[in-house]
């Protein structure tokens, strides 16, 4: 009778615990939906600054859902004005060009927005810390455990040391953009689309590919209450040996944006948030304090920052990574079709063929053997590409 008691009680268990295990869906009240989202900032590294400004996305959904036609200007605290333009190209993107003798550290700006409903938006002034150089970025060799029990990813995890010297900004973020070069397996020679067409000489212009990223990480540091202004090996990100990044030659662009104490706040809550969740708030900074105020309405509040920061770059390039063996799947696998071109319907078009002078023989499933577009990227090679 006991044991028959356990049995029961374990099946009641069995039953009642997946049912109490409920997905979190986070509670966005009705006030929270159609807030504008105000993100950007002036910088001395480029004469075009660049805000946007769009409305807040449901949760589930997260999406750019641009605001067009809106008055925004930029304003210092020598009371210069600069009216920004909104973007030809991109809706809700504003931007204008600001001289660099404007852009000095220890200048303030803000922006004030009047959207077309009449709403009005402006932010605090932001104070433009100066920023030092960025010190060493480099690399090591690193073995990191996976989400998987038992499986270790190979790759290389990147550092940086920060050396602030006597300079009093105390608050640093970083952007990371990687770019790196990759190749079709075959030039562009034989295709069929309902005919077989030949291409004399073979065409290599879809050989060669790079492709840019920005890394959505979040990095920030404060060294107010470090003895010295200076930092050793901040962890960036880490790139494994399974991406065909590391193949030729991989080049890391490091952004240095030196921010008052108000943007430093804004953006490690972001970092706190984005990693905690998961990167629920990478679409939209939800539930984050910042910097802009809704002037028609004060109920309503406005999300984003608005800021000033100077920016310090450094670019390096990696090849041959030591004692490291890539391992990259291969992708391109030609095959001699049984039924020959039955097999190909015009939603193939155009099939790719492999082939010598004498003709075509086996067909690539894949576009990306001779066309290294295909998996996104350009293949106009970058200024700042080495060789």
């Not at 069995?14 to 409920?22: F, H, K, L």
């Not at 077309?116 to 060799?141: A, W």
């Not at 948030?273 to 910042?290: C, F, M, R, V």
């Not at 910097?291 to 990696?318: C, M, P």
Request: with cysteine; net charge negative.
């Amino acid at each position: 009778m006991r044991q028959t008691n356990i049995i029961i009680v374990f099946w009641m268990l069995g039953v009642m615990i997946p049912s109490c295990i409920m997905p979190y869906e986070p509670h966005i009240d009705n006030k929270d939906i159609n807030k504008y989202v105000v993100s950007g900032q002036v910088t001395d590294n480029s004469e075009y600054q660049t805000v946007s400004i769009s409305m807040t996305s449901p949760v589930g959904d997260p999406q750019f859902i641009p605001v067009s036609g809106c008055y925004a200007r930029i304003t210092d605290d020598k009371k210069n004005q600069f009216v920004m333009q909104e973007s030809e190209d991109e809706a809700g993107i504003y931007n204008v060009q600001i001289d660099k003798g404007y852009l000095i550290p220890g200048i303030s700006f803000r922006i004030d927005i009047i959207t077309p409903d009449g709403t009005s938006i402006v932010s605090d002034f932001d104070r433009m810390p100066k920023c030092p150089e960025v010190d060493t970025v480099y690399y090591l060799r690193k073995d990191l455990f996976t989400d998987i029990p038992g499986e270790v990813a190979k790759g290389i995890q990147f550092y940086l040391d920060l050396d602030g010297g006597d300079i009093s900004t105390h608050y640093f973020r970083w952007e990371v953009i990687e770019t790196w070069e990759y190749h079709a397996t075959y030039p562009m020679e034989w295709y069929y689309d309902g005919s077989v067409h030949h291409i004399s000489p073979p065409d290599y212009s879809r050989l060669v590919c790079w492709s840019t990223k920005l890394i959505k990480n979040i990095y920030t540091l404060s060294t107010e209450n470090l003895t010295e202004n200076k930092y050793e090996m901040l962890p960036l990100h880490f790139v494994d040996n399974r991406t065909p990044r590391l193949q030729y030659c991989y080049s890391l662009l490091i952004n240095q944006f030196a921010l008052s104490d108000g943007a430093y706040s804004y953006w490690d809550q972001m970092r706190i948030n984005s990693a905690g969740q998961g990167g629920l708030y990478e679409k939209q900074p939800l539930a984050i304090t910042g910097n802009l105020h809704n002037t028609t309405d004060s109920d309503q509040e406005v999300l984003g920052y608005f800021s000033a920061s100077s920016v310090k770059s450094k670019r390096i390039f990696i090849m041959d990574v030591e004692n490291l063996e890539l391992d990259v799947p291969a992708y391109c696998t030609p095959f001699v079709p049984r039924y020959g071109f039955k097999e190909l319907t015009p939603s193939d078009y155009p099939t790719f063929l492999m082939g010598d002078k004498y003709g075509w023989w086996m067909v690539f499933l894949n576009r990306e053997c001779v066309d290294c577009l295909t998996v996104g990227g350009t293949n106009i090679k970058p200024d700042f590409w080495p060789f």
